[in-house]
């Protein structure tokens, strides 16, 4: 393994609409290599499948900042802001991630997922009713944005007038790219998300309703299970991931059909295959790449690789899910692949709460799609879609043209 640490290059557009090259040669020197990252910062790249799996569940790896030695790390939070930002389920360890977890992980069963298929399907139809009659569309402006924000909204109790706030600063407060965020942006950002977060939890308090949020403050003020800036940073979390990766599935799910149209074919052909062909979209080019951050609580070994102590550790998801020891010819997309064991969704006690909500989302919404506007197809070349920077992937936007109508 070579010492020098190879640069991401964050800043190169074909980087963005295309790092599988790299990934390839990175997970082709070794399983773990020394890289630059977003925001300057070094890191420890774990690129292959096993070595990933083991390091998503090894205890040594926290998912706590603080037990990074890099002080940069921290010192992009927000800096009167991190107690509450570092109290989330996603930046905590357990005991306290199991509680926190436990308090939200009815409203994401399956089967209370399940239940959410009829209103998902109405959302979804609603937004195709104002795209389907222009011929053309922005289909993550127009689509794959506003249903998963409305959806998370509607569970969490948001006001419908408010989605588009809670939205706009949450991608200031999570954007990053090829150099640290500006702190005068985060900070604006964060203090408008917990001026708003504080104001709607006083507005539950005083008038509950039958949503996520009414029992989290139950469970904060009658249970005492969870402190104010827990209760804070929950709805956070909860409101960001609940929808920004779910945005990138569905619109990279769809460009991924759209610059692949023999698997768009076989899929009009056989709708059947649209649950495995969601799958490997996680797969082949899932909306969190290159993977999932943790810090070295002591010095360990990966993969026959010494880690120091205080070392960001990435795991790779994206590489790994393109792994040729785990996934025949995996560089092809393939919506009949079967044994789709991927990693997108991360694995071990912090796999992702929500995948079950963005599994329905994205079937409902791709499948809706794609029944509802005949001969949908990219109005721009592939390589001019533009891409998402830093770890969150997907296209910031999807120009689609297809035959005006109703849809239904």
């Excluded at 009167?80 to 308090?103: I, V, W």
């Excluded at 997922?113 to 053309?136: C, F, K």
């Excluded at 794959?144 to 409305?150: S, Y």
């Excluded at 985060?186 to 509950?208: C, F, G, S």
Aim: net charge negative; charged share 25%; proline share 8%.
């Amino acid at each position: 393994m070579s010492e020098r640490p190879v640069l991401l290059p964050y800043a190169d557009p074909a980087f963005l609409a295309n790092p599988f090259p790299l990934y390839r040669e990175l997970r082709e020197e070794g399983p773990v290599r020394r890289v630059v990252i977003a925001g300057g910062l070094d890191a420890w790249l774990v690129t292959r499948y096993e070595d990933a799996l083991a390091a998503l569940s090894d205890t040594r790896l926290s998912s706590d900042v603080r037990d990074a030695s890099d002080p940069r790390l921290l010192a992009q939070l927000p800096e009167t802001e991190r107690d509450s930002m570092l109290s989330n389920m996603l930046r905590s360890d357990p005991p306290d991630h199991t509680r926190l977890r436990r308090l939200v992980s009815k409203a994401f069963t399956a089967r209370r997922v399940a239940e959410l298929r009829p209103r998902v399907q109405a959302i979804t139809d609603r937004l195709l009713d104002r795209i389907a009659p222009a011929g053309h569309a922005d289909l993550v402006a127009e689509f794959a944005l506003p249903l998963p924000v409305t959806v998370i909204g509607e569970l969490l109790g948001v006001p419908a007038d408010d989605r588009h706030d809670f939205q706009y600063w949450t991608d200031r407060m999570i954007m990053r790219g090829a150099q640290p965020p500006d702190p005068a942006v985060v900070n604006e950002a964060w203090q408008h998300m917990r001026a708003y977060v504080t104001d709607l939890i006083r507005a539950k308090r005083a008038q509950p309703g039958d949503d996520l949020l009414s029992g989290l403050i139950t469970a904060r003020d009658e249970q005492q299970r969870l402190s104010e800036d827990e209760l804070i940073a929950m709805v956070f979390l909860l409101l960001a991931a609940g929808y920004i990766t779910t945005v990138n599935l569905i619109g990279g799910g769809i460009a991924m059909l759209l610059a692949h149209p023999a698997q768009l074919d076989l899929l009009r052909a056989d709708p059947e295959l649209l649950g495995g062909a969601v799958e490997e979209f996680l797969r082949y080019d899932g909306p969190v790449s290159p993977g999932i951050a943790r810090f070295a609580r002591e010095d360990l070994d990966i993969a026959g690789v010494s880690v120091p102590r205080g070392a960001t550790v990435l795991i790779a998801s994206a590489i790994a899910d393109r792994d040729p020891a785990r996934f025949p010819d995996p560089d092809r997309l393939d919506i009949t692949r079967q044994d789709n064991a991927h990693l997108a969704f991360g694995h071990g006690v912090h796999y992702c709460l929500g995948a079950p909500l963005a599994r329905l989302e994205g079937h409902i919404a791709i499948g809706s799609a794609l029944r509802r506007l005949p001969g949908l197809a990219l109005a721009v070349a592939p390589d001019e879609i533009p891409w998402r920077p830093g770890g969150l992937r997907g296209p910031l936007s999807l120009p689609v043209t297809f035959e005006a109508g109703t849809g239904r």
